[in-house]
């Protein structure tokens, strides 16, 4: 994967300088969300405007304070949360380039130039516009499915859990070296085929504040960091190779949408040797999912949801080193409810089957509930001619009975952004969110966008 990683920048940009430019206006692009392939905007030979080689971004002041470490002042001192954000875009007639660079304390730290890049390239990929047919291959971030955050049909890349600081789901998200087809059938329907030639599993913290406490236990009993980290699989070979084919399209004023993903679930499971823990080994399970999503406007809601079957290799449940199959689900719903005031929720939550298999001790699922869900409620209004921003978000784990509550404060000036945001981890200390109590944070950060 790093040598994909490594060598995607270099000849991205190489292709990007090569596009050939329109003599028409230059088109902008934002360091925002990317228009997609089947949006006109986004295909230079379609839209009225094109553009040679462009450069925008941000730049972020800022530091995170940790009120825990306020226990012993003296030796406490905030974390650095500035960084450099760099979009480069070239697009012609037929062909459309981009690299993203965030540059960060992380990534100046790296030993050498491969773990710099490893670090600091947010995506790199090339788009090719032949008719219909829009081909694109490089690092990349894609949104499956239409929930506002983490759906179960939103499979194609894994997630960054190695600081929890982060809250926005497309800077969590891992760029993956992929190839994507996608076939425009009519204006409003789309066929579009997904190869990763790799796998790569969700960023869990080995070390640190952000460390899960399973992997906090297991590297107990194994004796250390650099024994787990040597234990996990090279999942970047043709063996972890995964695909997808997803189709979507709009029925009257209902955006639907099917599709079928062949991959690997991001999460590990582990085998422990009998009778006791003398030989370990971690694994990823191979799965089938099947799904479905649709979103829609009824008497002022905007209304989404998704379903999904995924089908693993241990369809009775007796396996202990592989997960059951199950059902996942998501709902959500958001309207605009006073002066601007928008509030957003969404339910989700897992159906394990085959429970009735699981009896070894050792089993990857033992001690977990057979039905998990979880609620997430945004609250955001924007005041004084949308200078002011106030925003508030909730993670309720029903499961665990833990919780995140997330809110910020931000003042915009024209290209300047003031930003004080928190995030507060509390409930159950053992559960997902409820272990990470005594890393509840508070940030302030300054953004120039240009």
């Known amino acids: 994967m790093n040598a994909l990683k490594r060598s995607f920048p270099t000849l991205l940009l190489a292709l990007a300088l090569t596009v050939p430019a329109s003599r028409t206006a230059a088109q902008a692009f934002g360091f925002g969300t990317e228009p997609a392939p089947e949006d006109a905007a986004a295909a230079p030979g379609r839209a009225s405007a094109a553009a040679a080689v462009t450069v925008h971004g941000k730049l972020v002041l800022g530091a995170v304070l940790f009120p825990d470490d306020l226990a012993d002042p003296a030796t406490a001192e905030p974390e650095n949360a500035s960084a450099v954000k760099l979009d480069l875009v070239a697009s012609g007639s037929s062909a459309y380039a981009a690299l993203r660079l965030s540059v960060a304390e992380p990534a100046l730290d790296a030993a050498t130039a491969a773990d710099f890049l490893d670090r600091a390239v947010e995506e790199a990929f090339l788009r090719l516009f032949l008719g219909s047919v829009t081909v694109e291959g490089g690092l990349r971030k894609l949104t499956w499915g239409k929930a506002d955050s983490q759906g179960p049909l939103d499979v194609v890349n894994p997630l960054d859990f190695t600081d929890l600081t982060v809250t926005d789901d497309l800077e969590r998200r891992i760029a993956r070296p992929l190839v994507r087809v996608s076939w425009a059938l009519a204006p409003m329907t789309q066929v579009e085929a997904v190869f990763l030639p790799s796998f790569e599993p969700h960023d869990l913290a080995s070390a640190g504040r952000w460390i899960p406490g399973e992997i906090a236990d297991l590297e107990a009993i194994l004796g250390g960091e650099a024994v787990y980290l040597a234990a996990l699989p090279d999942t970047s070979t043709l063996d972890y190779a995964q695909g997808g084919l997803r189709f979507t399209t709009t029925t009257g004023s209902v955006d639907w949408g099917v599709q079928y993903f062949y991959g690997f679930l991001p999460m590990p499971a582990v085998k422990f040797g009998l009778p006791g823990p003398s030989f370990l080994g971690i694994v990823y399970n191979r799965y089938h999912q099947i799904g479905t999503d649709l979103a829609a406007v009824l008497g002022g809601f905007g209304l989404r949801a998704e379903a999904a079957a995924n089908l693993t290799e241990d ?121 990470y109590a005594d890393a509840s944070w508070v940030r302030l950060t300054l953004t120039y966008t240009f």
């Open 315 to 435: 369809p009775a449940g007796d396996d202990p080193y592989v997960y059951n199959p199950h059902l996942a689900f998501s709902l959500g719903a958001d309207r605009d409810v006073w002066k601007g005031l928008n509030l957003n929720l969404q339910y989700a939550g897992t159906i394990r089957l085959a429970d009735g298999g699981i009896s070894s001790p050792f089993d990857v699922e033992t001690d977990t509930g057979v039905y998990r869900s979880g609620l997430t409620a945004v609250a955001f209004q924007k005041l004084l001619r949308d200078k002011l921003e106030w925003r508030v978000a909730a993670l309720w784990n029903l499961a665990d009975a833990d919780f995140l509550l997330s809110p910020s404060l931000s003042w915009t000036e024209g290209d300047a952004e003031v930003k004080l945001a928190a995030g507060v981890f509390g409930g159950d200390p053992d559960g997902q969110m409820g272990q």
